[in-house]
Each structure stands twice: as C-alpha cells, then as structure tokens.
C-alpha cells in the first residue's frame, strides 16, 4: 500500500469527496485507511449498568484506499505515489514534484 500513517491525503471519493486529513490508521490487509475527523459514523451503544444511558458515539471508519489521495508536501497538490531506488533503500517520491516524500 503506497499510503502510510501520518500522510496528508484528499478524499476523491464518496460523502466526504474534496476533504483533507491525516491518516491515522492504515489497514493493509483490507486496502482500507482511517483519517482523522472524516468518513464519521455514528455507533449506539447499549447501558451496561443500572441508571447508565445509552449513547451515539461519532467514530472514524476506515475508507478505501482508491478513494483516497496524497497530497504533496512539497507542491500542496494531489500526487501519485512513487518509487525510486538509491543506494540500498527503496523510497517513496511524488510523482508531480519528482521529490522524496
């Protein structure tokens, strides 16, 4: 997965469509990630004592990763993630800046 924790993306996508954020989970696994303040559902959980209320809690959900994209650090536009090879480390570039992110 080209995305990683702490990356500033730009949903593409869905409800939330325009919006930024920080990413603070990734789901490989599931090609899903969770950003920080979007794609927020909202979950009802029960009382589990006496004299307890039930509450609606607003939580982050996962959304896919091909409905997400990077935003360059260095030209604050959407960018493809990229690959390149120096020495013995492979690192990640933007490919609209041709610069390690």
């Known amino acids: 997965m080209k995305i990683k924790k702490g990356d500033n993306i730009e949903i593409i996508a869905g409800k939330d469509k325009g919006k ?3 990413v603070t989970h990734t789901l490989p696994r599931f090609a899903k990630v969770v950003v ?3 794609n927020i559902i ?3 959980t029960k009382a589990r004592k006496e004299g307890e209320k039930g509450q609606r ?3 982050a959900s996962p959304i896919d990763v091909s409905n997400v994209m990077l ?3 260095h030209t604050d536009k959407l960018t493809r993630v ?3 090879v120096e020495g ?3 690192v990640r570039i933007s490919k ?3 610069k390690e992110i």
Request: net charge positive; proline share 4%.
């Open 71 to 73: 935003v360059c650090p």
């Open 88 to 90: 013995n480390q492979k």
């Open 96 to 98: 609209r800046a041709q």
């Open 57 to 59: 809690i607003e939580v």
């Open 20 to 22: 930024r954020g920080k």
């Open 36 to 38: 920080e303040g979007l």
């Open 42 to 44: 909202k979950k009802h």
């Open 82 to 84: 990229g690959y390149k």
